[in-house]
């Protein structure tokens, strides 16, 4: 008979979940680094044309895939959460959807992906989601009459 030895496994099990933990934490301290430090860079300003200009879209698009997989991860099961959570206010309110299309809105709906206009400041990120009406009422111009352009001169 063959004597197993489970604690050796069990050893080599926690020590490679730390070593993840430990990955996982990395990343996402660089990715809020990089996200602090960008915008700095940018208020130095950068000639339009010119061939630093077009490097730095190359970076925006790099730099947009890679703050992508760790944020994109969070905010999925932030909505599967959500889209569970959900569910479970709709019965547990008699299937009152209110309460519920609150909460999916909220998890489910915003940015899940990073685009270079995220990271020019161009376009928000939305973490929480907003309620189809609420951001069509943000993107209607106030009831303030656009200032007129002068004519030009004849």
Same mark, same amino acid.
Request: net charge negative; aromatic share 8%.
């Given at each position: 008979?063959?004597?197993?030895?489970?604690?050796?496994?069990?050893?080599?099990?926690?020590?490679?979940?730390?070593?993840?933990?430990?990955?996982?934490?990395?990343?996402?301290?660089?990715?809020?680094?990089?996200?602090?430090?960008?915008?700095?860079?940018?208020?130095?300003?950068?000639?339009?044309?010119?061939?630093? $200009?077009?490097?730095?879209?190359?970076?925006? @698009?790099? *730099?947009? /895939? #890679?703050?992508?997989?760790?944020?994109?991860?969070? +905010?999925?099961?932030? $909505?599967?959460?959500?889209?569970?959570?959900? @569910?479970? *206010?709709? /019965? #547990?309110?008699?299937?009152?959807?209110?309460?519920? +299309?609150?909460?999916?809105?909220?998890?489910?709906?915003?940015?899940?992906?990073?685009?270079?206009?995220?990271?020019?400041?161009?376009?928000?990120?939305?973490?929480?989601?907003?309620?189809?009406?609420?951001?069509?009422?943000?993107?209607?111009?106030?009831?303030?009459?656009?200032?007129?352009?002068?004519?030009?001169?004849?």
């Amino acid at each position: 008979m063959h004597n197993f030895q489970g604690e050796c496994l069990i050893g080599t099990q926690n020590s490679f979940l730390a070593q993840l933990r430990k990955a996982v934490a990395v990343v996402m301290v660089l990715s809020m680094c990089h996200l602090t430090v960008i915008p700095i860079a940018w208020g130095q300003g950068k000639e339009e044309g010119s061939t630093e $200009a077009t490097e730095s879209q190359g970076g925006l @698009g790099v *730099a947009s /895939v #890679l703050l992508t997989i760790p944020y994109g991860i969070v +905010k999925v099961v932030y $909505a599967g959460l959500g889209a569970i959570i959900g @569910g479970f *206010a709709y /019965v #547990l309110t008699g299937f009152d959807e209110k309460p519920a +299309k609150k909460i999916w809105d909220t998890s489910l709906r915003g940015t899940y992906v990073i685009t270079p206009e995220h990271l020019k400041g161009d376009k928000p990120v939305r973490f929480l989601g907003v309620p189809p009406e609420e951001e069509a009422a943000s993107q209607q111009p106030s009831g303030e009459p656009a200032p007129m352009a002068p004519e030009p001169p004849k």
